[in-house]
């Protein structure tokens, strides 16, 4: 059985070992294998996360923290930092269900829709947040707030060519 609940600072030691057990999938994935040994949200920054932004986690009986999804609302968009999957878990449904919570919470506080930043034409990436109902932006359509986000993520070593923003609109 699993339970989409909000997470708790209790939760925090578990979160990064979830993340880094999700990104066994780009062991697979040619080019992108290094991905599986980047680094993952710190256990601090998951608490700021929890106390500041939008936090959930799939829980499952007698297994704990199978996935988890955080963010931060933004002026008009909820952000997506991180949706990760237990590797024993992936494909199971957790992913979407987290994705729903985090969309009902920004319906509930008027925020019109949700973003996050992802890897083009990965299956379990763009395709995947495409069939969740994500829109991939064109350049034109990429605001400084996303802008920002992948300028960070390719001075942190990403390879920006490969990166895409997308936006959901509620
Ligand atoms: C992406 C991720 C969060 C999806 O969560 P999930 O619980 O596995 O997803 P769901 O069960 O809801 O759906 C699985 C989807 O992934 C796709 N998928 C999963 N593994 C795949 C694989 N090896 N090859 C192709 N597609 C795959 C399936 O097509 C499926 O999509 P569909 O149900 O629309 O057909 C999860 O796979 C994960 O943690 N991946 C590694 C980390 C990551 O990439 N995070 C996203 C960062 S933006």
Redesign the pocket.
């Known amino acids: 059985m699993i339970r989409i609940r909000p997470t708790r600072p209790c939760d925090a030691p578990a979160l990064p070992g979830v993340e880094r057990s999700?990104?066994d999938?780009f062991r697979g994935w040619a080019g992108l294998e290094w991905i599986a040994d980047d680094d993952v949200q710190s256990e601090e920054r998951h608490r700021a996360l929890i106390a500041d932004g939008v936090a959930f986690v799939a829980e499952a009986a007698g297994f704990g923290i199978a996935?988890f999804l955080n963010g931060t609302v933004t002026a008009d968009a909820l952000h997506l930092w991180?949706?990760?999957?237990h590797r024993d878990?992936?494909?199971?449904?957790?992913?979407?269900q987290l994705i729903e919570a985090a969309q009902r919470h920004a319906a509930d506080h008027g925020v019109p829709s949700l973003t996050?930043t992802?890897f083009r034409d990965v299956?379990?990436?763009e395709p995947?947040y495409r069939?969740l109902g994500f829109v991939t932006l064109g350049d034109g359509q990429i605001d400084p707030r996303l802008r920002a986000v992948l300028d960070a993520e390719a001075r942190a070593g990403l390879p920006i060519a490969q990166r895409c923003a997308m936006r959901k609109h509620l």
């Open positions: 999700s990104g999938i996935a991180q949706v990760a999957v878990w992936q494909g199971r449904g957790l992913g979407r996050l992802t299956p379990w990436n995947y069939r």
